[in-house]
Nanobody, 126 residues
Framework: QVQLVESGGRLVQAGGSLRLSCAAS????????MGWFRQGPGKEREFVGG????????YYADSVKGRFTISRDNAENTVYLQMNSLKPEDTAVYFC???????????????????WGQGTQVTVSS
């Protein structure tokens, strides 16, 4: 199995940018399709975006499309979430999640993911 550790979350002003990282260990990141999710205060966990194991397919939630970019470096066993033009409503704990690559790469439902990180807090001030 794989262990996932997110980092990079912090307090940022509206309009700013952040890059989150998700480091994988235990098994190589290329064994997994990956997803980013977030959970704001009092809200359910929300899909942000996903990337296939080979990075040939990337897809996003409508709420972040055009502002957020997902990428991965399988040699470094790391997946990234670049967040630009941040808004206060982007405030949440951000999680990365892994899904075995033999399963369909398209997965917006958090229940379809096998492994999760502990999350990193992103706070956007107005």
């Amino acid at each position: 199995q794989v262990q996932l550790v997110e980092s990079g979350g912090r307090l940022v002003q509206a309009g700013g940018s952040l890059r989150l990282s998700c480091a994988a260990s235990g098994r190589t990141a290329s064994s997994y399709n990956m997803g980013w999710f977030r959970q704001g205060p009092g809200k359910e966990r929300e899909f942000v975006g996903g990337i296939s194991w080979s990075a040939d397919t990337i897809y996003y939630a409508d709420s972040v499309k055009g502002r957020f970019t997902i990428s991965r470096d399988n040699a470094e066993n790391t997946v990234y979430l670049q967040m630009n033009s941040l808004k206060p409503e982007d405030t949440a704990v951000y999680f990365c999640a892994a899904r075995e690559r033999f399963r369909p790469w398209y997965a917006r439902d958090p229940n379809l993911y096998d492994y999760w990180g502990q999350g990193t807090q992103v706070t956007v001030s107005s």
